[in-house]
Nanobody, 119 residues
């Protein structure tokens, strides 16, 4: 199992910045990739950014050039630096780990954290 705890959300003005953190623990060596997803009521869950254990990064089209995903392996923490925030970025953000043990692949999700972009 992998346990994820998100932090760093809150209220920010348009154009501002926030940094989300995701601390992970448990069977860390089973993790193939980490990611951030977001959910707004009435909309499908959207992939924001992912980072593989080899350091490869991918971003959703709506956040390219504005968000940066990174990982501090020494601290067992994944970050999402969010810049130039827009009202449409308002959502609950979830940290997720993608794991494989032998041939068993599983996803583990954090509890979610609210990000609100508003004047």
């Amino acid at each position: 199992q992998v346990h994820l705890v998100e932090s760093g959300g809150g209220l920010v003005q348009p154009g501002g910045s926030l940094r989300l953190s995701c601390a992970y623990s448990g069977m860390i060596f089973s993790i193939n990739a980490m990611g951030w997803y977001r959910q707004t009521p009435g909309k499908q869950r959207e992939a924001v950014a992912t980072i593989t254990k080899f350091g490869g990064r991918n971003y959703g089209d709506s956040v390219k050039g504005r968000f940066i995903i990174s990982e501090d392996k020494a601290e067992n923490t994944v970050y999402l630096q969010m810049n130039s925030l827009r009202p449409e970025d308002t959502a609950v953000y979830y940290c997720v780990s993608f794991t494989t043990i032998i041939s068993d692949s599983r996803d583990y999700w954090g509890q979610g954290i609210q990000v609100t972009v508003s004047s």
